[in-house]
């Protein structure tokens, strides 16, 4: 079973950043093999994509609500990918999770941006 966990959410005030990080790891698993996303869901809404970065790292997407101003990176090595997010605002706050391959999840670390 692939284990997924993020870490590095917390309060922050608006204007100000965060590095979300996510590990993916399991006996076999092969991480660079793997499209990794982040999705988030804040209260009363569904989840949604936030952005995505593909198995090599060659392409990444994004929410257009987060276009130029989160960036979405992976370390290989590690088997960790990032979610750099700068200039938060209130309405970026939500539960942030990590997905490997579209099919494993994490669960979830919040993000709070408030004054």
């Known amino acids: 079973q692939v284990q997924v966990v993020e870490s590095g959410g917390g309060l922050v005030q608006p204007g100000g950043s965060l590095r979300l990080s996510c590990v993916a790891s399991a006996s076999g698993f092969t991480f660079i093999s793997y499209t990794m996303s982040w999705y988030r869901q804040a209260p009363e809404k569904e989840r949604e994509l936030v952005a995505a970065?593909?198995?090599?790292?060659?392409?990444?997407n994004y929410a257009d609500s987060v276009k130029g101003r989160f960036t979405i990176s992976r370390g290989n090595v590690k088997n960790t990918v990032y979610l750099q997010m700068n200039s938060l605002k209130p309405e970026d706050t939500a539960v942030y999770y990590c997905n490997a391959g579209a099919r494993y999840w994490g669960k979830g670390t919040l993000v709070t941006v408030s004054s």
């Open positions: 970065i593909t198995a090599g790292g060659g392409n990444s």
